[in-house]
């Protein structure tokens, strides 16, 4: 009875560790990035001297969006110019299609005038997981602005930028479940007992969530006193 009392502190305790942690420190998922900085650290000398271009030598280049609007019937001039119209208010960066004669404009609607497309130029040198939360807003809006007489379909760029971390965030947690079953399958057969399947995988959980929570606490904080440090000029 004592040691099945010890065993049982240990695992309350090291959950305890696990929830404590969850709520004081972030996640890796949350705070990773692959391709931020090349991961340099910002005081890198190469970082600096990119932001100082960056800030005297700016461009208006950006990473374009294509918003496809589609009617499955004929839609009239009014009702393109009513969306365009429409998005022009929302958005300040989109191009001023409704001030454009129809005729001049037809290159961005089919023949069968159901479907047009206007591009949307988000900011310049956004990161991989910006583009995708930048991309879910401006998705959540339209659907809300624009008659819902329209499908709505989002390509281009940014909007293939977007379903690109969609689908591999999606991956990662199928590959993590697929894992984990084949894994639990395999002590099943060595072990035959479901409880010495099951505690390994327990443990493992545990484990990776302290651990987890304590690496991005420390990255965070060594990234916070290189922040601190004046960059020689």
């Known amino acids: 009875m004592k040691n099945k009392r010890h065993w049982l502190i240990v695992i309350a305790a090291w959950l305890s560790i696990v929830i404590l942690l969850s709520f004081l420190a972030p996640s890796g998922k949350e705070v990773a990035s692959t391709s931020k900085n090349a991961g340099l650290p910002e005081t890198a000398l190469s970082l600096q001297a990119d932001k100082i271009i960056k800030e005297n030598f700016s461009t208006r280049?950006?990473?374009?969006?294509?918003?496809?609007?589609?009617?499955?019937?004929?839609?009239?001039?009014?009702?393109?110019?009513?969306?365009?119209?429409?998005?022009?208010?929302?958005?300040?960066?989109?191009?001023?299609?409704?001030?454009?004669?129809?005729?001049?404009?037809?290159?961005?609607?089919?023949?069968?005038?159901?479907?047009?497309?206007?591009?949307?130029?988000?900011?310049?040198?956004?990161?991989?997981?910006?583009?995708?939360?930048?991309?879910?807003?401006?998705?959540?809006n339209v659907s809300q602005i624009v008659p819902s007489d329209f499908n709505i379909y989002y390509t281009g760029p940014a909007g293939i930028a977007s379903d690109t971390i969609e689908l591999f965030s999606q991956a990662d947690l199928i590959l993590l479940l697929a894992t984990v079953c084949i894994i639990f399958i395999l002590l099943i057969l060595i072990y035959r007992?479901?409880?010495?399947?099951?505690?390994?995988?327990?443990?493992?959980g545990i484990v990776y969530g302290v651990v987890d929570r304590i690496l991005v606490s420390l990255v965070s904080s060594h990234q916070l006193r290189l922040k601190t440090k004046p960059f020689p000029l």
């Open 193 to 204: 007992s479901f409880l010495l399947a099951v505690i390994p995988l327990i443990g493992a």
């Open 61 to 140: 280049d950006g990473l374009p969006l294509l918003i496809v609007f589609e009617n499955k019937k004929r839609a009239s001039d009014e009702e393109f110019q009513e969306v365009l119209e429409l998005m022009e208010k929302n958005y300040s960066n989109m191009p001023r299609f409704s001030q454009i004669p129809m005729d001049q404009r037809a290159s961005f609607v089919s023949e069968d005038q159901k479907t047009f497309f206007v591009p949307l130029i988000l900011q310049a040198n956004l990161e991989s997981k910006e583009v995708h939360e930048k991309v879910k807003e401006i998705k959540n």
